[in-house]
Nanobody, 126 residues
Framework: VQLQASGGGLVQAGGSLRLSCAAS????????LGWFRQAPGKEREFVSA????????YYADSVKGRFTISRDDAKNTAYLQMNSLEPEDTAVYYC????????????????????WGQGTQVTVSS
């Protein structure tokens, strides 16, 4: 499976962006999807995840209330709506998916995921 993240860009603090993660090579339905980010000089960190069914959503404390994850299985695409952006949100954002269908577990762990997109840069100016 290939994941393609897009939608990043430069935005002022307080602004919004919507990231997309398009999957190809297999059906999107039934697979969990996660978003991570990595700022320069820092480790990759969990941002948000959505379960295989789409019924459960998970967020890092730092983005809770500002970011919303969603999925459209018909379009093989997941989204991350980011509102009230802060300079601390500046990072490369990656989407990721596990190999197994209907897989559940530690969505916030890097090891949960097998496939990674190439990343999209988000820069928030103060």
């Amino acid at each position: 499976v290939q994941l393609q993240a897009s939608g990043g860009g430069l935005v002022q603090a307080g602004g919004s962006l919507r990231l997309s993660c398009a999957a190809s090579g297999r059906t999107f339905r039934g697979y969990a999807l996660g978003w991570f980010r990595q700022a320069p000089g820092k480790e990759r960190e969990f941002v948000s995840a959505i379960s295989s069914s789409g019924l459960s959503k998970y967020y890092a404390d730092s983005v809770k209330g500002r970011f919303t994850i969603s999925r459209d299985d018909a379009k093989n695409t997941a989204y991350l709506q980011m509102n009230s952006l802060e300079p601390e949100d500046t990072a490369v954002y990656y989407c990721a998916a596990p190999r197994e269908r209907w897989y559940s577990g530690s969505y916030d762990r890097l090891s949960f995921y097998d496939y990674w997109g190439q990343g999209t840069q988000v820069t928030v100016s103060s």
